[in-house]
């Protein structure tokens, strides 16, 4: 039988049925690939992903050198993010009964916020020097930020068509304040690594020590805000500003397994920074008695 994508898109249950699975099997794919490729014996398949300082590890990075891309444009990502959201805020206030998704258009609405931030954040209070990202990340990036929409018009469709019913108020005001708090602590855990990259680098042009000496002096340890609990606070918060994605759309399977995702995602990066600081900086770990990523817990 021949599919007519014009009952499709006029067929709301179909719809998101589609939309649904899609963005269900994005996300499974997303984890089971993150993991195949960062837990593979080969360096070369490592280095697909490995940026930065953590790119130190990587002894194969060399052999996909030639299809590296500027690191800056990780602006895009959040430009992309926050233009899609913006749209898509329109289009359920237009297309769907607001009433009937009104979560998910805050959670959306939300998310084009913190897209909007982190483009300003990019460029204004990001320092990113020569580094260099491999093209696969970046592809893969823009990748996550069209399939977050998608996730959140399955979210708005399964809301309006189940007839999900509306949260209690104490669970949307617990979703807004966990999102502004998680904001704010990434915005401050940011500006803490602009301002300490900003240092090193002066430090760095008056410095008259060897290049090997002046490398390690560009990844000390961050100190204050979130820094003074775990080595990535500003990983903690972006899990943070998920889950309350999460929460405004009633834990919607695709909701929940994007949460999964970027929770995985981050800790494994967020273990790999703490091994560079263990490397490099193990007194002062142990002596600041610093998490990895989660206070308390890890």
Request: with cysteine; net charge neutral; aromatic share 18%.
């Amino acid at each position: 039988m021949k599919l007519d994508l014009s009952d499709l898109w006029q067929d709301e249950d179909v719809l998101f049925v589609v939309l649904q699975r899609v963005t269900i099997f994005i996300w499974i794919l997303a984890i089971v690939q993150f993991y195949a490729m960062e837990l593979a014996p080969c360096s070369v398949v490592n280095a697909l992903t490995m940026h930065g300082k953590l790119s130190a590890f990587i002894s194969g990075r060399e052999s996909v050198s030639f299809l590296m891309v500027p690191k800056h444009w990780f602006t895009f990502f959040y430009l992309v993010g926050f233009v899609i959201a913006a749209g898509m805020t329109v289009f359920f206030i237009n297309v769907y009964s607001a009433s009937a998704t009104l979560q998910t258009i805050f959670a959306t609405i939300l998310f084009a916020l913190h897209c909007w931030r982190r483009y300003l954040e990019c460029l204004y209070i990001t320092v990113y020097g020569d580094s260099k990202i491999h093209v696969a990340f970046w592809i893969g990036g823009m990748v996550h930020y069209f399939a977050v929409n998608a996730t959140f018009w399955a979210a708005a469709l399964e809301e309006k068509q189940r007839h999900v019913g509306s949260s209690k108020a104490t669970t949307i005001a617990l979703a807004f304040v966990l999102y502004g708090a998680a904001s704010w602590l990434q915005y401050q855990s940011h500006f803490i690594l602009y301002q300490l990259k900003l240092s090193m680098d002066k430090k760095k042009e008056n410095n008259t020590s060897s290049s090997s000496e002046v490398a390690l002096m560009r990844y000390p340890l961050p100190k204050g805000g979130g820094f003074d609990f775990c080595v990535c606070p500003h990983y903690l918060a972006e899990v943070g500003i998920y889950l309350s994605f999460a929460i405004l759309t009633n834990w919607s399977i695709s909701t929940w397994l994007l949460v999964l995702w970027v929770a995985c995602n981050l800790s494994y990066t967020a273990s790999q920074h703490y091994t560079y600081y263990l490397t490099h900086h193990f007194d002062e770990l142990e002596r600041r008695r610093l998490w990895i990523l989660l206070p308390g817990l890890w």
